[in-house]
């Protein structure tokens, strides 16, 4: 493996490789982007990593300075996973103040974006800049992250970027707690507690499958059993997987069948995300 930290050794080293499967990752690697690495392995011959903390897509209260920054603990992980390691610095990504920037989709300023304003702005932005360092024929992300993939999608498909984007499954720990970068932030405490936000996506899910059809009423109860458990709720959405709009149903039937209930909660002061997806019979 080959650790690279300049835009100009990294395109002289991807020159010649026509298969190139790219995780764009901020780093502090757990299983859930080692498991991206592995998948890349089945779409390219080279699969590069990034490790690069995004100061664009961090708000001024948010946690852009004591982000876990652990570079060689992921190299060492990495070693027999990626054939490229791209570790920039600030300076090597933004050498001048960025002031062109990639605008989202609308959905950016919903669900996620509410409660971070710019953060897929500046998402975007870096993704675009690094799809267009790599230029890989294959890029994957997480889809626990399942606005980011839709906006990234979104971004590739309107502004017709010669790259596939493949999404990965959810890994859970084996209480089914989606892995996390911030589930290191939980006390003891918090962590035995953490899994109720999977539960309760679950319930959701078995409650639509049951047949049930009103939406907002379910997000309401997911949202009261999340407070009545101690959780500080931004949102629970039923979505359709699309466009990730309202799922609309029609005189107790669905136009659409492929759902996605979405949350983000925070438990002390550790902000969770989580998604299940519900594909319902035709
Ligand atoms: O999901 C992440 O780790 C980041 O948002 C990404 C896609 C690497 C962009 O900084």
Request: with cysteine; aromatic share 6%; charged share 20%.
């Amino acid at each position: 493996m080959q650790n690279i930290s300049t835009i100009a050794e990294l395109r002289e080293r991807l020159s010649g490789e026509r298969a190139i499967a790219f995780v764009p990752t901020m780093g502090n690697l757990h299983e859930g982007h080692l498991n991206l690495m592995r998948l890349a392995r089945e779409h390219g011959s080279c699969v590069v990593a990034s490790l690069f903390v995004n100061p664009l897509q961090f708000g001024p209260s948010e946690d852009f300075d004591k982000y876990p920054r652990t570079l060689e603990a992921d190299c060492a992980r990495l070693q027999s996973l990626a054939d490229v390691v791209f570790a920039p610095a600030v300076s090597e990504m933004y050498p001048v103040q960025q002031t062109v920037f990639v605008e989202p989709p609308p959905i950016a300023d919903e669900l996620c974006g509410a409660a971070r304003p710019g953060h897929f702005r500046g998402m975007a932005t870096v993704v675009l800049k690094l799809l267009n360092i790599v230029q890989p024929q294959v890029a994957l992300f997480g889809k626990k992250d399942y606005q980011q993939l839709h906006i990234i999608r979104q971004m590739v498909m309107q502004m017709n970027l010669p790259v596939r984007v493949v999404g990965g499954e959810t890994v859970r720990a084996a209480d089914g707690l989606a892995l996390s970068s911030r589930n290191q932030y939980l006390s003891a405490e918090e962590r035995g507690k953490a899994v109720f936000l999977y539960q309760t996506l679950q319930e959701a899910q078995r409650a639509i499958l049951r047949g049930g059809r009103d939406f907002e009423r379910l997000e309401k109860q997911s949202v009261e059993a999340l407070r009545s458990r101690g959780w500080s709720v931004d949102y629970v959405a039923v979505r359709k997987q699309s466009d990730l709009q309202p799922a609309d149903p029609v005189q107790g039937n669905l136009a659409q069948h492929e759902l996605v209930i979405l949350a983000a909660a925070k438990l002390g002061n550790t902000r969770l995300l989580d998604n299940v997806e519900v594909y319902l019979a035709a």
